[in-house]
T-cell receptor, first 112, second 111 residues
């Protein structure tokens, strides 16, 4: 039972490049979410999904896109990377937003 | 803006002492959760307390919730060096399907 798997662990991008952060869970959780963590800012919610085919915006959605075609996967796309998107990104899943979340180990992203 | 605010931002105590962290939030909630994050790692769930509960225990952890004051506290008793981590509270506002985190308390246990 792998839990929540995020790839890659580290990534360096140039401004304007696009990329996809992968997130997969094997716990059959309906709820999945993406957070970014910046020093002194705690975790901020980017996007979340309450089930396959359903996504919604969190606190800081601009510059990011998500889709949920399967229960297991919830990729996060950076459309045109900017230095302000340098952060650590965490994916999480749970049975619902009002239940405990299981977190992946994070992706450290640097945008130059 | 973030829903929860932890206090203090940083706390340093001696091993064996008790550590208390506080969390305040702004809107009515379904429940409040506490998470721990070791340096460079993902968050780990510690405890969930529902809005109709006032106190909950799990091992050396005690969580209280005061919905009238919109606040919660996390008490770690008999602290150990392994408790050194950042601790976050998180809330899901009523009617919302999203869990919002505070900025965290950085706890250091000195041997």
């Amino acid at each position: 039972n792998a839990g929540v798997t995020q790839t890659p662990k580290f990534q360096v991008l140039k401004t304007g490049q696009s990329m996809t952060l992968q997130c997969a869970q094997d716990m059959n959780h309906e709820y999945m979410s993406w957070y970014r963590q910046d020093p002194g800012m705690g975790l901020r919610l980017i996007h979340y999904s309450v089930g396959a085919g359903i996504t919604d915006q969190g606190e800081v959605p601009n510059g990011y896109n998500v889709s949920r075609s399967t229960t297991e996967d919830f990729p996060l796309r950076l459309l045109s990377a900017a230095p302000s998107q340098t952060s650590v990104y965490f994916c999480a899943s749970g049975r619902g937003a009002n239940e405990k979340l299981f977190f992946g180990s994070g992706t450290q992203l640097s945008v130059l | 803006s973030q829903q929860g605010e932890e206090d203090p931002q940083a706390l340093s105590i001696q091993e064996g002492e008790n550590a208390t962290m506080n969390c305040s939030y702004k809107t009515s909630i379904n429940n409040l959760q506490w998470y721990r994050q070791n340096s460079g790692r993902g968050l780990v769930h510690l405890i969930l307390i529902r809005s109709n509960e006032r106190e909950k225990h799990s091992g050396r952890l005690r969580v209280t919730l005061d919905t009238s004051k919109k606040s919660s506290s996390l008490l770690i008793t008999a602290s150990r060096a392994a408790d050194t981590a950042s601790y976050f509270c998180a809330t899901d506002a009523k009617g919302a399907q999203k869990l919002v985190f505070g900025q965290g308390t950085r706890l250091t246990i000195n041997p």
